[in-house]
């Protein structure tokens, strides 16, 4: 009950006393009141179904095995990112990724389950899969994010081998970027895409896993959204998940994919809160145009959606309905 509305009641008596009704109906108005989840279950919600971050076909394909066949969400995110992860070809994450501009191929990944446990590694090297031992810091330790030299000794204990992470492309490319060393975050060039992947098993648990190089040539030492749990990516069991790309340090401050899930839970759908994530982040930076930050998102229903700042992001989906990539709206059309 309002303050005015309780002093107005409490008027009709002289001496200030108040009827047992009203105290009950303020008691209980008074009351915190929860924001439930609003997801609701449609007749036929769609499971199982995986989601990723750009074009990686081979990846959406790998999960989508792994779900097919029974699989849990988690086993198939990680799987799913790990494709990537090896290809060579595929330059902003795991093995062939461009190094920083001290020549140190760094990586970041991080991963979720469906009853919110996680784990992060950040600035890890001479390991291919850094989505995996993620996964063995959230399942193997009191902790979530393993850092550098700690995380790479980790891994080993964990019997990880060490790796060459440079190819030769990617060498070359770097030593030619030294004549001038100049950095900029080229919009929608591989220079610091990362695969963030969402799915939902038959069960209808959700999972999510990202991972990256980082951006080309970065700082050393620098760090992105992508292994931090709320920027990169977030899990919500009864909700949805959500993760990004693009410019790092523009999803952080905003820590976008919990914002988002957090949006689907006061009832948005998908694509109305990847909407308004990225309005959140282009409200900072009034006329900028920069950079490029994608959305990708899913509820628990398995309705998805997706938003940029610029053309060009499109987010790969694969569920019984088909194996589909999809070209999304941007705040800059």
Not at 66 to 82: F, R, Y
Request: aromatic share 6%.
């Amino acid at each position: 009950m309002k303050r005015r509305n309780f002093l107005k009641n409490s008027s009709l008596t002289a001496a200030g006393l108040v009827s047992a009704s009203a105290i009950t109906a303020c008691n209980t108005e008074n009351k915190p009141v929860e924001t439930p989840a609003v997801a609701t279950t449609p007749v036929d919600p769609i499971k199982p179904i995986v989601v990723c971050t750009w074009n990686f076909l081979n990846a959406t394909d790998k999960a989508w095995e792994v779900l097919k066949s029974g699989g849990t969400s988690l086993d198939a995110v990680e799987q799913g990112v790990m494709v990537e992860e090896a290809d060579v070809t595929n330059e902003t994450v795991g093995k062939g990724g461009r190094p920083d501009r001290d020549g140190n191929v760094t990586l970041d990944a991080c991963i979720m389950d469906k009853d919110g446990n996680c784990g992060s590694v950040v600035y890890l090297q001479n390991i291919v899969h850094p989505v995996s031992v993620a996964r063995k810091v959230m399942e193997e330790t009191p902790h979530i994010i393993l850092a550098g030299k700690g995380a790479e000794k980790f891994a080993y204990e964990q019997g990880f081998k060490k790796e060459d992470l440079f190819t030769e492309s990617t060498r070359k490319q770097y030593e030619e970027w030294l004549n001038t060393s100049k950095y900029e975050t080229t919009i929608n060039i591989e220079n610091h895409d990362t695969i963030g992947m969402l799915a939902i098993d038959a069960n209808g648990d959700l999972s999510g896993a990202c991972t990256t190089s980082g951006m080309a040539y970065k700082v050393g030492g620098r760090v992105g959204d992508s292994p931090i749990i709320g920027a990169g990516l977030y899990v919500d069991n009864e909700v949805g998940g959500a993760t990004a790309t693009g410019v790092g340090e523009e999803v952080i401050r905003t820590v976008g994919s919990f914002l988002i899930v957090e949006l689907m839970r006061q009832g948005k759908s998908p694509q109305e809160a990847c909407e308004e994530g990225v309005k959140r982040i282009m409200k900072k930076n009034e006329g900028r145009k920069d950079f490029q930050i994608g959305f990708l998102a899913i509820n628990k229903n398995g309705e998805t959606g997706g938003y940029c700042v610029h053309p060009g992001f499109t987010y790969r989906e694969y569920s019984e309905k088909g194996h589909v990539n999809r070209e999304v709206k941007s705040f800059y059309s």
